[in-house]
């Protein structure tokens, strides 16, 4: 069985910009990288999961997704880091573009991207994470049975503010929030 920890990529990983597609746009929000790099080495698959429904608005193309990925990978291999696995849902209920105009179990909190890799590796979810900065990010750790973490960064103080969404921890960042995991973690 392998331990898994379900990354939301904007506003955990990067900063929160609005529809990222541009890599001349991305910016690691300070010591993400490093924090990959720990659940490297510690025996955990890292995976992304991203709802990116800018593609169903017609803002980018599947492919900028794709690309703005690679570049991540080609970054996080300069700190010895890396994706497991990315996955993300292009759809959402109020696009604009027909193909992609649907509700899907993709997008989060549905937990269409967590079964994607379950479908790969038998996942041990008594020691596997979701951390994110939003209610969907948080409920969809929860729907899929596995731990939770709350970030700081990108919405996640609003979220915090907000109240109590169902989170068991609050990092103030990826890093803090590794380390909660490495704590715990069997």
């Given at each position: 069985m392998k331990k898994?920890?379900?990354l939301d990529r904007d506003g955990?990983?990067?900063k929160e910009v609005g529809y990222l597609h541009k890599k001349e746009d991305f910016v690691f929000i300070p010591r993400a990288a490093q924090a990959i790099h720990l659940l490297n080495n510690n025996g955990f698959m890292v995976v992304v999961v991203t709802n990116q429904a800018g593609v169903a608005k017609g803002y980018y193309k599947e492919e900028d997704i794709l690309q703005l990925h690679r570049y991540m990978q080609e970054e996080?291999?300069?700190?010895?880091?890396?994706?497991?696995?990315?996955c993300y849902c292009p759809y959402h209920i109020d696009g604009k573009i027909h193909h992609y105009k649907k509700d899907s179990e993709d997008r989060k909190p549905g937990i269409g991207m967590f079964r994607v890799i379950e479908k790969k590796v038998?996942?041990?979810k008594a020691n596997s994470w979701m951390i994110g900065d939003t209610d969907s990010d948080i409920q969809a750790g929860i729907n899929f049975g596995i731990h939770t973490i709350l970030v700081a960064t990108g919405y996640g103080r609003k979220t915090y503010e907000k109240g109590k969404s169902g989170y068991e921890h609050y990092a103030s960042d990826l890093w803090?929030?590794?380390?909660i995991i490495l704590s715990e973690t069997k």
């Open positions: 898994v920890v379900f955990t990983i990067n996080l291999r300069k700190v010895d880091a890396g994706i497991d696995e990315f038998e996942i041990d803090e929030a590794v380390k």
